[in-house]
């Protein structure tokens, strides 16, 4: 096949969420009949993938996804080996979030540090 081992799109979980005709979601109660659900799950991948998604490389910097997930208001993005040409996974905003949750906590002192440091206790 003609694309085989390369990408050609992405499909997360907001892909699933209905639209309205001007791009906006669909308000959750709107969800509940299962109607709508059934038409949901009954689109093929092709129809509501994001094509030529953007990706973040191997080699890029976690502020770099950040700051491509900001741009483009994305949940995650793909993860491509440049030097091969494929994807080798998925970042999602919850792992930026957690790496920069951890830089924090090495970067502040510790909470009995700042207590004993401000309090004087």
Excluded: C, W
Aim: hydrophobic share 40%; net charge neutral; aromatic share 4%.
């Amino acid at each position: 096949e003609k694309y085989e081992n390369r990408l050609v799109g992405f499909v997360s979980s907001f892909d699933f969420l209905p639209r309205e005709e001007v791009g906006s979601l669909v308000p959750v109660g709107d969800l509940e009949n299962g109607e709508t659900a059934r038409r949901i799950l009954g689109q093929r991948v092709k129809d509501i993938m994001t094509r030529d998604p953007v990706v973040v490389g191997t080699n890029d910097l976690m502020k770099t996804a950040a700051e491509i997930m900001a741009k483009h208001r994305l949940h995650s993005l793909p993860v491509v080996d440049k030097s091969r040409g494929v994807v080798v996974g998925v970042i999602s905003a919850k792992d930026v979030m957690r790496d920069v949750m951890k830089t924090a906590n090495k970067a502040l002192p510790s909470e009995d540090n700042y207590s004993q440091g401000v309090l004087g206790v």
